[in-house]
């Protein structure tokens, strides 16, 4: 393109604009200043406070059995797995509140919790008997999805707070951190040391939370799309 070509579609598009006196600008009176958004770590342990409260609301309201089952090397194993992937998850949700948070990684975290959980559970209990497996495991998935609900309202709050741009990828980091919570609560409830139980039952909580968080986020964008 040369310079005469780049000049006359300078001068097309100029003469294109609204005369300055059409150019409306707002009162100063209505211009409001934006509401800066809280630090990374701030938000990320705003999620964590969510996950730590509704795990202990829960299991307050049917009872510590879980924790008093377990060894007390159970005990630091399975909790400081559990609080290792909720800090990641909630580093995972406050990403996706911020427009330029860092790399997106709801679902490595999805991902890395669920197998986390899965190898951990499957190292520390050896219980492999299929006894009642239905019978005594939808009341845990049951229970678990119960007080998931909660902690899925609560975060959702908290994103409300943020700027979200993927809604599927926020979905999915609010369904895991809610799923979570559930989980929590179960370890510290569920006395039922039985590996296929907790490996099946317990983790499936996380998995059907973080699914249907990014299926919430799915439909949501796709009927913003078709408005």
């Known amino acids: 393109m040369t310079d005469r070509e780049i000049d006359e579609l300078l001068e097309r598009g100029v003469g294109k604009l609204p005369p300055m006196g059409a150019i409306q600008t707002p009162p100063a009176s209505e211009i409001r200043p934006v509401r800066r958004l809280a630090p990374t770590w701030a938000l990320a342990l705003g999620f964590f406070g969510v996950f730590v409260a509704v795990a202990f609301a829960g299991a307050s309201v049917f009872g510590m059995y879980g924790v008093r089952a377990l060894t007390m090397g159970q005990r630091i194993a399975v909790f400081s797995v559990l609080a290792c992937m909720a800090g990641f998850a909630a580093v995972a949700a406050a990403r996706e509140m911020r ?4 790399r997106r990684i709801a679902g ?14 499957a190292l520390l209990f050896h219980d492999y008997g299929m006894r009642r497996f239905a019978a005594q495991g939808m ?29 599927i990828a926020a979905g999915l980091a609010a369904g895991l951190m809610a799923g979570l919570a559930g989980l929590g609560m179960l370890e510290l409830h569920c006395p039922n040391l039985n590996a296929m139980h907790v490996m099946f039952w317990h983790v499936a909580v996380v998995v059907v939370s973080g699914l249907a968080g990014m299926l919430a986020g799915w439909i949501i964008t796709w009927r913003r799309a078709r408005t």
Do not use: D, I
């Open 99 to 102: 427009p330029a948070g860092g």
């Open 108 to 121: 490595w975290a999805l991902a890395v919790t669920c197998c986390s959980m899965l190898l951990g559970f």
């Open 139 to 167: 009341p845990c998935f049951g229970a678990g999805l119960l007080f998931a609900v909660p902690a899925a309202f609560c975060v959702t709050l908290l994103f409300r707070r943020g700027f979200v741009l993927n809604l």
